[in-house]
């Protein structure tokens, strides 16, 4: 048994427990001063939980967490941060309409003796420790401005900064480009050489085995594996995860492709994406590929009336129509399941079963001003029986779920609606492995059934493995099409840097 004094933090026995649901049961794990602790599991394994506990804004019912020596029954946010345990969330906790340096200094401002701010001397600051970070962030812009990447680089200088010694990262390069992604590593490196100890939550496994040092592995709320890196492979630890071995990564199925279901034509916004045309079929699973900024979500946004267009034509069932807001995308059948889920695709606040009939509310309507309510509660729990979506009952609150069995809700929805026409944006970031199995297949189901998919990815080995062509966009406009006996990462990346192929 190591010795415990090597261990900047430990956390002892940890259980939390909700309203019918044990989220973990006695939780231990043991972090080393300047190291990157890797903390992997499902959706609903018990990770974010975990972190709130330990970031002050979830107390537990039993254990103990060990910071330093001192032993704490549970934590406030306040004492977390005074003692040093920052935690940089995926949903970032920023103000957009305040400068850079505001934002580093937002709650430990600096004052003069007159009690006004000294906004010279944050300004100094912020660009010192851009400059130690070889950052090119601008200190007086605002942070709205920047782009989610920079926006989160930002967050992690206000937790260095504050002289955090331990920074949890939540799922950082989920919204990243590989460009971004690049900038944080170095990052990482650089507080690593400084002994700043990160412990770093993601579900692409292939960047926690490269950037680890140890790992925490969680399923159903129980630590099932702590382990150094260089003692487990990829496919350890998606087998520690789900507890079974997952033999086909993406199983693709084969359909038969039928009438063009969608064709757009020309379809331009000045400034942003230009002639673009493309069709789908019925059985078909369209990718669309290309960077981070290349046009393919302001395009599909276009499409489905979400954002206005300047100019092009959209065929249904070859018919042409108009779709000028998202409730004519949705009576031409054209189902839209954004890539932010949590600020898009549900209403947070509201049950499973609000989500589930939220586009059908109308369909429930008895004597005008009625529902019926007994129709919303019998779809909803058949949605939740066929998709299988782990849920305590239909009246939990959707921002209660994790991030896999949201998604499902997202798309019970928009199979309430008998759309023909599916568009997945980003349908599987923030997912465990298990549940984009799950998603996959549900995507089977739909082209198994004559429904026409369009998937728009960032994940190249995904668009390549579920789709039967790809499209490729560069600034706004698509460079080529790919059929799927000629996909190839270097063709889809060629095409991406703007060369048409």
């Keep these: 048994m190591e010795n415990s004094n090597q261990y900047q933090l430990e956390l002892r026995d940890i259980r ?46 039993a254990g103990e967490i060990v910071f330093e020596g001192k032993s704490y029954k549970s934590l406030t946010p306040r004492e977390a ?69 920079r926006r989160q680089l930002v967050e992690i200088l206000k937790a260095v900064h504050a002289e955090a010694r331990i920074i949890i990262m939540d799922e950082p390069t989920a919204s990243l480009s590989e460009k971004e992604a690049g900038e944080l590593f170095k990052i990482v490196e650089e507080l690593r050489k400084k002994e700043v100890t990160i412990i770093f939550i993601s579900h692409r496994l292939d960047e926690v085995k490269a950037i680890c040092d140890a790992l925490t592995v969680l399923r159903d709320g129980e630590v099932v594996a702590n382990r150094r890196i260089d003692e487990v492979t990829v496919d350890d630890i998606v087998r520690l995860m789900v507890g079974r071995d997952i033999t086909n990564k993406y ?62 034509e959209v065929f249904i069932h070859g018919k042409k129509v108009a779709i000028k807001n998202p409730v004519d995308s949705i009576r031409n059948g054209i189902a839209f399941l954004t890539e932010d889920r949590k600020g898009q695709g549900l209403v947070l606040l ?51 779920l994790s991030g896999g069995n949201q998604q499902k809700v997202v798309l019970a929805k928009w199979l309430l609606s008998e759309a023909d026409i599916f568009i997945f944006d980003e349908p599987t970031r923030g997912i465990d492995v298990g549940a984009k199995i799950e998603v996959y297949n549900l995507i089977n189901d739909l082209v198994a059934n004559g429904k026409a998919v369009i998937m728009i990815s960032s994940e190249m080995d995904e668009c390549m493995g579920m789709a039967d062509r790809i499209i490729v966009f560069h600034e706004g406009s698509v460079m080529g099409e790919l059929d799927r006996e000629h996909f190839s990462d270097e063709k889809i990346m060629y095409a991406a840097s703007g060369y048409p192929i």
Excluded: W
């Excluded at 995926?90 to 701010?117: A, C, D, H, S």
């Excluded at 944050?122 to 601008?138: A, H, P, S, W, Y």
């Excluded at 019998?378 to 959707?398: S, T």
């Design 16 to 61: 939390k427990e909700y309203p019918g649901v044990l989220a973990l049961n006695n939780v231990t794990m043991n972090v080393v001063k300047g190291e990157v602790h890797g903390l992997v599991g499902e959706n609903g394994a018990g990770k974010s939980t975990l972190i709130k506990v330990l970031a002050g804004a979830h107390a537990p019912n």
């Design 81 to 149: 941060m005074d003692i040093g345990i920052a935690c940089i969330y995926q949903e970032l906790n920023q103000v957009p309409y305040m400068t850079v340096t505001e934002n580093i200094f937002l709650g430990r401002e600096i004052r003069k003796e007159n009690r006004f701010l000294n906004l010279a001397e944050q300004r100094r600051q912020t660009v010192e420790v851009l400059k130690e970070f070889n950052l090119d962030i601008d200190p007086d812009m605002q942070l709205g401005l920047l782009g989610v990447g």
């Design 251 to 312: 199983p693709k199925i084969e359909t038969k492709k039928g009438e063009v279901l969608l064709e757009v034509k020309g379809l331009t916004h000045h400034g942003v994406y230009k002639d673009v045309s493309f069709k789908v079929h019925a059985g078909e699973i369209l990718g669309v590929s290309g960077l981070v900024g290349s046009g393919r979500t302001e395009t599909i946004r276009g499409l489905t009336g979400a954002d206005p267009i300047d100019g092009g």
């Design 350 to 400: 509201q049950t499973v079963e609000f989500n589930t009939n939220l586009v059908v509310l109308n369909k429930y309507k008895k004597f005008k001003a009625l529902i019926d309510l007994a129709k919303m509660r019998d779809k909803a729990l058949q949605m939740v029986d066929n998709l299988q979506i782990k849920v305590p009952g239909i009246l939990a609150l959707a921002g209660h």
